[in-house]
């Protein structure tokens, strides 16, 4: 019995260390001089834009900031599509675009069956975008 409870433990602690949030850029220089859009617009990039974390059902536990890429945070619901929408639309704006076209998303939530089933969920929300002016 005591193997059990410290390899859930073990999972637990893992799991519990890893709420993410990350966003990543593909300037025009990494196209082979493709282009993203298909109008006048002057390319500028690609942005892609990651946020997951762990649920107890529908209460977050841990989570990515969108404030902070690569940070975690405890008991905040980043993890909503609004929420994913700023943050990918704030790094367009920094990197001097106007427009955020050709805009993509991908929500998912997977339930984890350990230590007890339809407990705890792993969400995720991934959007991509090209940033444009």
Known sequence: ????VVVVAACAAMVASVG???????GTKDMNGMKLTTGVSQ?????NVKNSGLYLLSVPIFSGTIDKPGSTSFNKDTVKLRHVTRFLTARCQEIGATRAVDMTSEVSS????LPIPFLFYWESIEMSANAVR
Request: charge should be positive; charged fraction near 15%.
């Open 110 to 113: 997977t339930m984890i069956p």
């Open 43 to 47: 390319d500028i990039a690609h942005v």
């Open 20 to 26: 993410c949030s990350s966003v990543r850029t593909a």
């Open 1 to 4: 019995m005591s193997k059990i």
